[in-house]
Each structure stands twice: as structure tokens, then as C-alpha cells.
């Protein structure tokens, strides 16, 4: 992908630059979004505005671009960018100023950054062909306000690298009453005879637009009993089913945590009754 969009401007990537007293390098000082693509469609674009509009009001940014200049920024990278199977990235900082402070400063423009890369194809609903997951367990040692996507990934990127480490793909996190949060890049549900769980939202948590969308899914086709709660990590253990969802995975079967599978180790007939609802509905966002 070359071809990026930086505050007004479409230019080789390159060509961009960013000064470095800008906030977002100095401080994490921003908001972030990643919407996938397939064949020019968007997944859940309103949702994913909404939640960024959410993050820039927590962080007092303000941005003149509505959805539908966001929806035409999207586009244009999509056609400029060849098409096919894209993530689009969106940036947005507090900006630049000549000196660094602490304080939130006045009268700076925004960073306005957003670029399109490669994904791969859409998850399809075939256990032959599902991505299947191996995960670590940590305890959340995050700070309070993970509900605000910020770029400031620190605690996520250390709790990612664990499971990395030890050969896994995500790190599900609990916190200190055992109870799980979320995984460091994911939402986590489990499966329990017949019945989907996820952990109900609050500041430990990132409203994911995967979980937002496949909850609103599956209550609206009313097959699949679904429940927002407490999830315990002995929950997780005895769990049926194990999911990590997110933009990029959409519903992700977990087999193995921390060495040991979930259930027979397979990928359920729960997970494939969903991923097909998912499939049939995610444009509809």
C-alpha cells in the first residue's frame, strides 16, 4: 500500500511526515480506528465512527469531519489503494505545538492520518478453514480507561508480547477478582451448554465493534441464547466454546489456553451457527 491521506492531503507514503513535537508521538495523545474492507465494502463503518467520536470527545479534540468525510476519505483510499481485501487505519492526534507540556494546549490543529493495508480474505463459516487461536492468560495490568481506544498501546503491546513469547496469539487478561476483561487486542466470549456469554462493558473494557455487532446479530435471529455478565476465569477453564473477536478476526475459536485445549480442543458447532449469522449480516452496519 502506498498511496495515504495526511491532514487534507493524498501523497506516497513516503512523502508523509509528521513533526515529531506532535503530540501523538509525544504523549500517545490521540484516537484510533481500524475498518475493515472487502471489495470497497466497509464493515461496520457508523459504528466505528461512533466509537471514535466517543474517544475524541473523552479526549476533548476537536475535529471538523463528519461521517460522511470520513466514509469519502475511506473510499478514496480504497480505490487509490487497488482495492480488494483492505484494513483502513485512522489516526487522529491532538497536534503539534513548539513546546512540550503536559496541559492540553490551545489553539492547535489536529493530525488528521489514514492509510490502507492489506488484510486477509473474510473469515468464512467452515471449521476446515476457521483461524484458530492458542492463547496465554495475565493478569490486566493496564490502566482505567481502556474503553477509550487510545493510540497509547503500551499496556496492550506488553500484554500481547506475553502470549507472543510463548508462542501464542493473544494474552487473555483477567483482573485481580478473577474476572476476565478482555484479550489484548480482542473482546473474549465463552460457550457454555448452548449459551454465549461476553463480559458486560465497563472501563476495563474496549467496546469492540465485532462484539457490538455479532451481540446485536445474534439477539435480533434469536437462536443462539446470548448473555452480557460477569465471566470468571474458572468460567473460561470449563468454557465449552472460547471466542476472540475483532475487526480483524471477526469470531476467532480459541482452542488452547495456557497449555490446556478448551473442550475437545475443536472448533464448536456454536461458533459455526455464529460466524454463519456474521457472514450473512456485517454489512448491514
Known sequence: MSTVYLNGVYMPMSEARISPMDRGFLFGDGIYEVIPSYDGQLVGFIPHMERMQDGLNALEIRLPLDNDEWRRIANQLVALNGGGNLGIYFHVSRGAETRRNHAYPEDISPTVYAFAFDIPPAPVPDKAEASCYTVATAEDLRWKRCN???????????????????????????????EVTEAAACNVFIVKNGVVATPELDSQKLPGITRLMLLEILRRDGSIPVEERVVTMAELAQADEVWLTSSSKEIAPVLEIDGKPVADGKVGDVWLAAQKLFTAHKFDF
Open 148 to 178: 477509550i481506544k487510545s493510540t497509547a498501546l503500551l499496556g496492550n503491546v506488553m500484554h500481547y508480547q506475553h502470549g507472543h513469547a510463548q508462542g501464542h496469539k493473544e494474552t487473555i487478561l483477567y483482573n485481580q477478582s478473577g
